[in-house]
T-cell receptor, first 117, second 117 residues
Framework: AQKITQTQPGMFVQEKEAVTLDCTYD???????LFWYKQPSSGEMIFLIY??????QNATEGRYSLNFQKARKSANLVISASQLGDSAMYFC??????????????FGTGTLLAVQP | DTGVSQDPRHKITKRGQNVTFRCDPI?????LYWYRQTLGQGPEFLTY????????KSRLLSDRFSAERPKGSFSTLEIQRTEQGDSAMYLC????FGVGLPGLEQYFGPGTRLTVT
């Protein structure tokens, strides 16, 4: 069965420093996608970054990068130069298949990031 | 604003009452998803539509829950005879799926927070 594991319930980081949020996944599918979402206290889930299982390069979006290690089944999110506005809950999610019949996202339990001034 | 919208944002109801939530997806998106998020957990998939067709339902969606998307645009989620265990955030998301568009990114609305007393 598909599963996403986020082992860090909470993390602290100093403003302007980099932080890594851990995510491991379990799937028997060869084709899958991995996502990171940010959820501020307002509740809305904000899409950050996507990595496909066949993508050879690690995904990057501005200050966000995804450290994809397929053999280890890990997809850690790296946030560089942390800002106070980065304080939020961060969720790792997986979708099996490539946009076909299977579309639902499986989420981890999240990591609460607090950026300190 | 052209994002996903949900109404109401908050709903307090007494046990046994029926409630209905509405989701308006991004206008050109043909896929619409419902998720439920309880405190301290990541969102869990409930159901999804492609246009007006409901293609998949989770086992979480008991017979007290029904979802519709009658014209392939907005969707409603109704919960009949609410129970205290239904208290959660109900999130709606949409994506664009088609040839060459695997619907990689699901864009979420702000959610409806349901409290059953």
């Amino acid at each position: 069965a598909q599963k996403i594991t986020q082992t860090q319930p909470g993390m602290f980081v100093q403003e302007k420093e980099a932080v890594t949020l851990d995510c491991t996944y379990d799937t028997s599918d060869q084709s899958y996608g991995l996502f990171w979402y940010k959820q501020p206290s307002s509740g809305e889930m904000i899409f950050l970054i996507y990595q496909g299982s066949y993508d050879e390069q690690n995904a990057t979006e501005g200050r966000y990068s995804l450290n994809f290690q397929k053999a280890r089944k890990s997809a850690n999110l790296v946030i560089s130069a942390s800002q106070l506005g980065d304080s939020a809950m961060y969720f790792c999610a997986m979708r099996e298949g490539y946009g076909g019949a299977t579309n639902k996202l499986i989420f981890g339990t999240g990591t609460l990031l607090a950026v300190q001034p | 604003d052209t994002g996903v919208s949900q109404d109401p944002r908050h709903k307090i109801t007494k046990r046994g009452q029926n409630v209905t939530f509405r989701c308006d997806p991004i206008s050109e998106h043909n896929r619409l998803y419902w998720y439920r998020q309880t405190l301290g957990q990541g969102p869990e998939f409930l159901t999804y539509f492609q246009n007006e067709a409901q293609l998949e339902k989770s086992r979480l969606l008991s017979d007290r829950f029904s979802a519709e998307r009658p014209k392939g645009s907005f969707s409603t989620l109704e919960i009949q005879r609410t129970e205290q265990g239904d208290s959660a955030m109900y999130l709606c998301a949409s994506s664009l799926f088609g040839v060459g568009l695997p619907g990689l990114e699901q864009y979420f609305g702000p959610g409806t927070r349901l409290t059953v007393t």
